[in-house]
Nanobody, 121 residues
C-alpha cells in the first residue's frame, strides 16, 4: 500500500510564504510524477504545479513566478514553495503522485488527505 502525507499548511497573511511538503511511503518502485492540486470551498480541484522524475515542471498560470515545485527523489518527497500568497479562503492543497509499486505493475494515482491553506489579513 502507498500513502501520501502532506504538511505545512496554515494561516498566513497576504504576501507571506508557506512551504508544503508531501512524503510518499509504502510499496514504491518508482514515482513518475508528483504534483499539487488546490480545491477552494465549493470549487473543483485544480492543478497548481507538477514535476516529473527528470525534473520538468508545469504550473498553473495563476501561480507562475510565485510558486516553485521541487522534488527530492531519494526521500520520495515533493515540495511546494508558495511566495507572495494572495487572499484565499481555506483552500485545501492535495498532493498527487503516479506510483508504480513493482516493475510489473502499471502506475496508478494516489492522493494525500490534503492540507489547508488560508491567506487572510
Amino acid at each position: 500500500q502507498v500513502q501520501l502525507v502532506e504538511s505545512g499548511g496554515g494561516l498566513v497573511q497576504p504576501g507571506e510564504s508557506l512551504r508544503l511538503s508531501c512524503v510518499a511511503s509504502g510499496s514504491i518502485f518508482t514515482i513518475n510524477y508528483m504534483g499539487w492540486y488546490r480545491q477552494a470551498p465549493g470549487k473543483q480541484r485544480d492543478l497548481v504545479a507538477g514535476i516529473i522524475t527528470g525534473g520538468s515542471t508545469n504550473y498553473a498560470d495563476s501561480v507562475k513566478g510565485r510558486f516553485t515545485i521541487s522534488r527530492d527523489n531519494a526521500k520520495n518527497t515533493v515540495y511546494l514553495q508558495m511566495n507572495s500568497l494572495k487572499p484565499e479562503k481555506a483552500a485545501v492543497y492535495y498532493c498527487n503522485a503516479r506510483i508504480k509499486s513493482s516493475p510489473l505493475r502499471q502506475g496508478r494515482d494516489y492522493w494525500g488527505q490534503g492540507t489547508q491553506v488560508t491567506v487572510s489579513s
